[in-house]
């Protein structure tokens, strides 16, 4: 009778996460098989999507695999030192700073990708603001449309996102054990790293899983402040799906792409728990 | 009640602390004392709960800088230490056991701090695991420990620092009844083999008299009184110690003319002393039911209003005929007559074993 009730109570659940993630996802990973004949679907079971994701995008991969990390290892650990302020240092204030970087998430993703472009600009302010001190005698065209302006911008964008998993972590750990590492002698980085850091390991895995993938997985950002070098798997991605209509070989370049970010995650993971084990 | 151990204490102040005080804004927690603590002894700071006695703990320990006052800890002025730099070592009520460590790791871990070398680490580290009973737990994250062994953990990860001054800050107020009992036998134990000087807060009064060498009473920020329990509970120095150091009868009156004069007390009684209103403390264990070929200072009829067993003694509430209860206990042999529930007869008590509190 129970079992019966929550199964009932679980369908809507389990109704939703297969319609929006397992059967889209199974469906192109099935596809990343096949073959597209003349504009047209044909059933097939070859690697040859994935032979030419190695073949030609290998690049790319490597490329987005690079920023990405550095994307996510930047964010993660400034959200970790925004996170550390508004559990320790700021007090009464830290809810308000956690507040105010809420807050920057409805302006929305567009937003400040154009906000980037008039900052970075050859006409944009931080060239105006170098030229009139007299930093530069000429705008630095590289500001903008380069992977600076990717790193820069989805830093922006993901902060606050890696920001929460981060302060929930923080908060979940109690005072007592790190008042306790002080009284046993630890200085304040001895407490950082033997008390707080493996306390709140699931945060900053979350944090940096967070900010990677979504990093990964952005084609907008790359084209719209990336310039002509700049360009991510997701840039591939979408081209196939939209332009050359080769969904085949979009869903092998996304396969591969998601198979390199869990190897990475996985990796991350094991690196941190190792690092950060009590010995 | 257990007699205080007569203290192991060298007679040197071990901690020595002058005109010290900790206000919070405008509000006083800790009023200007001064108090020294003796090496070897086993302080007890006791009191109800906001009378500052954690705020003296956590500034003997660092963790709370006074408002104004010294802190000298073996000589050594460590006023501006924090708890990092001081040779004090604080069990926390809620223990704060490292979660992410086993119990070995959580016991070894302040003296990796300090880089002991491994051989010694290990020893010491396995010496105080097996102190506390805690031999083939090692292993064991905290999550896996029941609230007892989780707070020999806890006093093992400080006793192994060979602390100056032991503090415990109601470290023993989680654990049920039986395993409260049994921790304060065990930290008596390890008290006497290992020396050393303890101070703990606990709100408990039989925790203080069984476990203390020496008692501070503490109220509204104030130590009201210190002293041996023996002292504490035979002569309080106030209403506030009578009523929180053991169970008290109080009755209220006044002396003039050497005479005391209490509405409750149908007798009237000589006393030494200037006229004042007073108290007349007298503790439940004091009172008897009288007997009939004894004289007693004071005596009084009563009617048993209820009897209650507590296996070693019976206690009773004795109303006297005009509404005013008095508590008294009395302790079983074979041989008495327990009076029951509605019986109407004397109690009485001598003067010499009850106290007489001047006017506060």
Known sequence: MQDQKTKILLAPAALVFTGLFVVPLSYFFVISFWRIRLYKLVQDFSFSNYVSVFQEYMHAAVFTFFISLTIAIVTTFLAFAIAYLVRFKAGRFGPFILYIAMVTMFGGYLVKIYAWKTILGTNGILNSAMLWVGMIDEPLSWLLYSPVAVVLTLLHFLLPLALLPLVGALNSITDDPILVARDLGATGYRTLVDIILPQCQPGIVSAFALSFFISAGDYVTPRLVGGPDTFMVGNFIESQFVNRLNAPLGAALAFSTLTICLIALALFRILLSRSLAPK | ?360
């Open chain 2, 1 to 360: 009640m257990r007699e205080a151990k007569t203290s192991a204490t060298t007679g040197k102040a071990i901690v020595r602390m002058r005109g010290l005080s900790k206000s919070f804004g405008d509000n006083v927690a800790f009023h200007p004392h001064d108090l020294d603590i003796q090496e070897g002894e086993f302080l007890a700071l006791l009191g109800p709960s906001g009378c500052g006695k954690t705020t003296l703990l956590k500034m003997i320990g660092g963790f709370l800088a006074p408002t104004t006052g010294t802190i000298e800890i073996s000589g050594e002025d460590v006023t501006r230490y924090g708890p990092e730099k001081r040779r004090t070592n604080l069990v926390f009520q809620g223990y704060g056991l490292f979660p992410h460590m086993t119990v070995r790791q959580n016991v070894a871990y302040g003296l990796k701090l300090a880089q002991t070398p491994k051989k010694q680490m290990d020893e010491k580290t396995d010496r105080m695991l097996s102190l506390v009973h805690l031999d083939g737990y090692e292993n064991r994250m905290p999550q896996a420990l029941s609230g007892g062994q989780a707070q020999r953990v806890a006093l093992a990860r400080a006793l192994v620092m060979e602390p100056t001054v032991l503090l415990m800050d109601e470290c023993l107020s989680a654990l049920d009844l039986q395993l409260r009992k049994e921790m304060q036998d065990e930290l008596r134990t390890i008290h006497a083999a290992l020396g050393g000087t303890y101070v703990f807060v606990t709100h408990d009064q039989n925790e203080a008299m069984s476990l203390a060498t020496r008692i501070a009473v503490m109220k509204d920020g104030n130590i009201v009184q210190q002293g041996s329990a023996k002292d504490i509970y035979e002569n309080p120095a106030s209403r506030f110690v009578a009523g929180f150091v053991g169970e008290a009868n109080m009755i209220k009156g006044r002396r003039a003319g050497g005479q005391i004069h209490a509405p409750d007390l149908q007798c009237a009684v000589t006393s030494d002393g200037v006229d004042c209103d007073i108290t007349i403390v007298i503790r439940p264990d004091v009172i008897e039911f009288a007997n009939p070929e004894l004289q007693y200072d004071f005596a009084m009829l009563g009617t048993v209003q209820s009897k209650t067993y507590f296996g070693s003694h019976l206690s009773y509430d004795v109303d006297l005929d005009h509404g005013r209860t008095i508590k008294l206990t009395q302790t079983l042999s074979p041989a008495d007559s327990t009076p029951e529930v509605g019986q109407q007869l004397r109690i009485g008590w001598n003067a010499d074993r009850c106290k007489i509190l001047e006017a506060e």
